[in-house]
């Protein structure tokens, strides 16, 4: 009694909220989902895993037991993980006779050609001696095989999810940009904001679309044909562009679109500004004294932002430039 009274008189401590645990606890949500659907077998391998089970069934007299595995595709085929399809088909090599492994090897070695790179089957034939009648060497190339073919099937999959992801990212993005410009251009329209302000929002867009076109396609270029492990850890380490290319293209964008109106670049091919009046003295007057000749120079001023954000280096190598050869000309002009 005297104990309980004790507990009872302590004061209870109550856990503080915290935000950085509560968003802890949403992030180790996503990832542990994120690695459920990773090792859950999809839809399609269903019936690859009947199959199994059916080769199982045949020789089975030898097996080992794989029982929860089968209770688990009568209960349900979504129970079943890629660790259990692998430890299904170990077991079955495990039984199979030299004729059957003769009869199998062809078979896999043939799904290794389709998944692998070339490279990777070539160091696979290289290293296994050919036409063998060890029973122990042909169950170690069976095993062998099983092994990588498991690999890829595992990670293939995430790598091609991964890529989709990154898609669907740019895909989103672009259309969040759209409306955002879309609401501010139309507040400029009804505040009546000075005409150039409304144009370099649109040069500002066009350039973070050729940014996020420029990553993207960075992201597609990678060479993803050796280990597949490799290739995500190259998708992930590539997708950082993806956030920093976008803002630097629209950035880009309007140093263009400034070198343009300050007369630094022209030509045919690049488009051409006017002042309206005299006395330009602040950047409101700036930005209501000029704007492009005729429509042609808007469609010039709209495909040049688009190419500063796509070509990342073309604004920063023409910045070099110009610096490179004021610096030639300041010695020469200190000389005379």
């Known amino acids: 009694m005297n ?28 990832v542990d989902r994120r690695l459920r659907i990773a090792i859950t077998l999809p839809d399609y391998a269903g019936a690859y895993v009947n199959h199994l089970v059916g080769e199982y069934n045949k020789s089975r007299d030898n097996a080992v037991t794989l029982g929860s595995v089968i209770n688990k595709l009568k209960d349900s085929c979504s129970d079943l993980t890629w660790g ?31 998944v692998a790179s070339k490279e990777a089957f070539q160091a696979y034939e290289s290293s296994w001696p050919k036409e063998s009648k060890v029973l ?16 890829y099937y595992f990670l293939l999959p995430i790598l091609n999810r991964r890529r989709k992801h990154w898609v669907n990212f740019v895909i989103w993005w672009l259309v969040v940009w759209t409306l955002i410009v879309a609401v501010v251009s139309g507040i400029f329209a009804w505040r009546q904001a000075p005409p150039l ?4 929002v649109w040069i500002f867009y066009l350039g973070v ?36 290319s976008p803002l630097l ?18 030509g045919k091919f690049f488009p051409s500004f ?39 280096r073309l604004v920063p190598d023409t910045l070099d430039k110009m610096i490179a050869e004021q610096k030639v000309k300041s010695p020469s002009s200190k000389g005379s």
Not at 89 to 100: C, G, I
Not at 225 to 241: F, K, N, T, W
């Open 3 to 30: 104990e309980n009274r004790q507990n009872s008189d302590q004061p209870v401590t109550l856990r503080k909220f915290s935000i950085r645990r509560w968003l802890s606890s949403i992030r180790c949500w996503f």
């Open 84 to 114: 259990d399809l692998y430890s299904l088909e170990r077991a079955l090599a495990a039984t199979m006779s030299v004729e059957e492994i003769h009869s199998c090897l062809g078979g896999l070695r043939f799904r290794l050609k389709q």
């Open 136 to 151: 122990e060497e042909l169950r170690a190339e069976l095993r062998s095989l099983i092994d990588l073919l498991h690999w």
């Open 197 to 200: 302000a409304n144009v370099f």
């Open 209 to 244: 679309v050729g940014g996020y076109i420029s990553a993207l396609r960075r992201i597609q270029a990678l060479e993803l044909d050796g280990d597949p492990l490799v290739s995500i850890y190259r998708i992930e380490a590539s997708a950082y562009a993806l956030w920093l």
């Open 249 to 266: 293209g629209g950035t880009f964008a309007i140093i263009l679109s400034l070198l343009f109106i300050g007369g630094v670049l022209s």
């Open 274 to 312: 006017e002042p309206v009046g005299t006395g330009i003295n602040s950047l409101h007057a700036f930005l209501w004294a000029f704007h492009p000749k005729d429509y042609s120079d808007y469609a010039l001023l709209l495909v040049w932002s688009f190419v500063a954000g796509f070509a990342e």
